[in-house]
């Protein structure tokens, strides 16, 4: 789970889904309310984690094996990857070149 870079406060699993949820390019702490960012590589594991198996699914699929199976092998690994989401996420404070933006 984040951890806020000011106030030190560590969010609930709802609080970092609520912040993955709204798309939004800065996160406020749900306690003090500073401004953050997700890390690069945080998005990079999550970007990683959801587009690979889409990639590779071709690869897999045979011809003995139904489209139903490996569309709930999908369902059951993309809600998986749903719930583990925020214990992956790892927050920084916004760059000083993008505050101004933050502040809107």
């Given at each position: 789970?984040?951890k806020?870079?000011e106030?030190?406060?560590?969010?609930t699993?709802?609080?970092?889904?609520?912040?993955?949820?709204?798309?939004?390019?800065?996160?406020?702490?749900?306690?003090?309310?500073?401004?953050?960012?997700?890390?690069?590589?945080t998005?990079?594991?999550?970007?990683?984690?959801?587009?690979?198996?889409?990639?590779?699914?071709?690869?897999?699929?045979?011809?003995?094996?139904?489209?139903?199976?490996?569309a709930?092998g999908v369902a059951m690994?993309?809600?998986?990857?749903?719930?583990?989401?925020?214990?992956l996420?790892?927050?920084?404070?916004?760059?000083?070149?993008?505050?101004k933006?933050?502040q809107?």
């Amino acid at each position: 789970m984040p951890k806020c870079i000011e106030c030190k406060e560590k969010w609930t699993w709802k609080q970092s889904m609520r912040s993955i949820v709204t798309f939004s390019r800065f996160i406020g702490c749900p306690y003090c309310g500073k401004k953050q960012m997700l890390t690069s590589m945080t998005r990079i594991s999550i970007l990683l984690l959801v587009f690979v198996p889409y990639i590779t699914m071709p690869y897999v699929i045979d011809d003995e094996v139904k489209g139903s199976a490996v569309a709930i092998g999908v369902a059951m690994y993309l809600l998986s990857l749903l719930i583990m989401m925020p214990f992956l996420m790892d927050v920084r404070e916004v760059p000083k070149h993008l505050q101004k933006y933050a502040q809107k």
